[in-house]
């Protein structure tokens, strides 16, 4: 998990570029999303997170943004309605 307080965005802009880093998230909601993501887009940045992939973010148990992810948050949503 990237922090995007630590890093430049140049740096930031590499790392997507290269494809280091395929997902974002609010580490305060613990939410996750895509990178183009308006909700995402509208967060401070004090609060933003990068992943390197889904699965790491599953395992930081982050859930999946209700707008840009709708799928798999209706599937998380299901989910947490059965336990």
Known sequence: MIQHSQVTDIELRSKIHHQEI???GNKRLKIYG???CLSGK????????FFTSE??????EYRPCGHCM??????????????
Do not use: C, F, P
């Open 34 to 36: 895509l990178l183009s």
């Open 55 to 60: 699965e790491e973010a599953i395992q930081n």
């Open 70 to 83: 709708k799928e798999k948050y209706k599937a998380w949503k299901d989910l947490q309605n059965t336990q």
């Open 42 to 49: 509208r967060m401070k940045r004090e609060n933003r997170v």
């Open 22 to 24: 395929h997902i974002g």
